[in-house]
């Protein structure tokens, strides 16, 4: 079963995007900040799939993107950025940190699954 981290200050955004990838068949786990989401990692390997938002409440994404990285099992990772809106900006620098591509909010199960499906098979 694939694993996914869930990375989002919004408790409902961490509910509904963990179901959505439950039913997928992903093995589930959620952080609020992202020092919670690397002490997560910490434990083990890197989550198959990442889903970061882009604005976190105690530090950039871009710095739970690199450190991430530098993980083990962090190269071969998916992480995928959620924003709320298309911002070039933030999305170069995402990019730029390590991000594989991105997810936008709000989202239902079609348009969540719609962007991760190019990268279950991959993950897999």
């Known amino acids: 079963m694939q694993t996914c981290l869930i990375v989002d200050e919004s408790n409902v955004i961490r509910k509904v995007a963990g179901r959505i990838l439950f039913q997928l068949s992903f ?3 959620n952080a609020a ?3 919670e989401a690397l002490e997560l990692a910490a434990v083990g390997d890197v989550p198959d799939l990442v ?3 882009s604005t976190l409440p ?3 994404a871009e710095d739970v993107v690199r450190a991430l990285r530098k993980r083990p099992g962090g190269k071969e990772a998916i992480i995928l950025a959620s924003l709320v809106e298309a911002n070039l900006g ?3 620098r995402l990019k730029r940190a390590g991000a594989t591509g991105f997810v936008f909010k709000p989202f239902d199960r079609d348009a969540m699954t719609r962007w ?3 990268y279950i098979s991959a993950a897999a």
Do not use: K
Request: proline share 11%.
């Open 58 to 60: 105690d530090m950039p």
């Open 116 to 118: 991760i499906s190019p």
């Open 27 to 29: 093995t589930v786990e």
């Open 90 to 92: 933030t999305m170069t």
């Open 33 to 35: 900040t992202g020092a």
């Open 51 to 53: 889903i970061v938002a």
